[in-house]
């Protein structure tokens, strides 16, 4: 199981990205949204392996689909 980031160390990086004020839960929000982004990205990446027929999702399959899924991501 992965580790979390501390949440000192999030804020942290979330203050130096932007000048703007920190919410109470944009920790936990970020931290949701990644684990969501995750997801789909484990998702897409199965599907990919079951359309070339392999049991096993492999890093070709994840970096197949990276880079459609980053552009949906963004907006």
């Not at 919410?23 to 990446?45: I, K, P, Q, W």
């Not at 079951?50 to 880079?67: C, G, R, W």
């Amino acid at each position: 199981m992965l580790k979390k980031v501390p949440k000192a160390t999030l804020k942290s990086l979330m203050r130096k990205k932007a000048n703007i004020r920190i919410g109470t839960a944009a920790d936990v929000m970020v931290e949701l949204n990644v684990l969501l982004f995750l997801h789909s990205l484990a998702e897409e990446a199965r599907t990919k392996a079951f359309e070339e027929k392999s049991a096993t999702i492999k890093a070709h399959h994840v970096k197949a689909v990276s880079k459609k899924l980053l552009k949906r991501a963004r907006g």
